[in-house]
């Protein structure tokens, strides 16, 4: 086994190509370098590095054990992380709405993972209401949702988004007929946005289909079945915006808000919170 010290005052002497600006990096003497370069090459039996009065330089074998010091010390200082006594254990119950699922969320509960193996990471998916009534239920500890902008001041505002009507691109609506709508089963947000704006704007509109989820949204869009809400940063590369196209009434802008639980682990929550905030959403693609 190699000495992580004695690797880490290699690498410095690898970057450095200099004995005596290692020294100076790493706060210790130029012949302690030396001798923890040489113990390492004892413990190797291979010259690692080659040095004359003008140049030091890294051999063959010095090239490989610095690609393997890089591992070893990686790996050394996660089974430090994973077992130290101040690593955060237990378990986070976090939910998201399905179509902020669709965005960035994957890369950073896999990041948050990385970083935490030790707190064990429940995700439901599933829409907002929903969502809101199991975190008050005590089922669950975190939640990302989107609300009406300005709706409320719970929760920590992540960003804010237009929500808009969207369809396949050849879609056509004649005029004068109704609004061929595809929704969320009640109650939703994004339903009931678009229902009150077709109402105010004296649109009539009939349901063409009615889904669970995210996923059947954008199948039925796709298909060609009606139009949408959805937020602008959202829409799939392959449907567009068609709110001027059909003359579709505006609907508003929605916050995405993450509410947490009182009594859950604060420091757990605090740290997925900051994951999100700091990652934002992004569009889909």
Not at 161 to 176: F, R, S, T
Not at 217 to 227: K, W
Request: some cysteine.
């Amino acid at each position: 086994m190699y000495d992580p010290t004695l690797l880490a005052t290699f690498l410095v002497v690898a970057e450095t190509r200099s004995f005596t600006r290692a020294a100076q990096r790493l706060g210790i003497s130029q012949p302690t370098v030396s001798q923890q370069v040489g113990r390492l090459e004892k413990a190797a039996g291979r010259t690692l590095v080659a040095r004359d009065t003008r140049d030091v330089r890294l051999t063959d074998n010095g090239d490989a054990m610095a690609g393997f010091a890089r591992t070893i010390l990686a790996a050394h200082a996660a089974a430090e992380s994973y077992f130290s006594g101040s690593a955060m254990r237990g378990r986070l119950r976090f939910g998201a709405a399905d179509d902020l699922a669709i965005t960035q969320l994957p890369r950073i509960l896999r990041h948050f993972r990385q970083l935490y193996p030790q707190i064990n990471l429940e995700l439901t998916v599933n829409q907002s209401a929903p969502l809101r009534r199991r975190l008050a239920a005590g089922h669950l500890d975190l939640i990302f949702v989107k609300q009406t902008a300005g709706e409320s001041d719970e929760g920590t505002r992540v960003a804010g988004d237009a929500m808009v009507w969207i369809g396949q691109e050849k879609l056509v609506v004649e005029p004068g007929q109704p609004v061929p709508l595809i929704a969320y089963q009640a109650p939703s947000l994004s339903r009931q946005m678009a229902i009150d704006a077709l109402e105010r704007a004296g649109r009539t509109w009939r349901i063409t289909c009615n889904t669970r989820d995210v996923n059947g949204v954008l199948a039925a869009v796709r298909a060609g079945m009606g139009v949408a809400v959805f937020p602008f940063s959202f829409i799939p590369t392959d449907l567009v915006k068609v709110s001027d196209r059909f003359s579709l009434p505006t609907l508003g802008d929605v916050d995405y808000v993450l509410v947490a639980n009182p009594g859950a682990a604060r420091e757990p929550v605090d740290a997925l919170m900051s994951a999100i905030t700091s990652r934002g959403v992004s569009r889909a693609v």
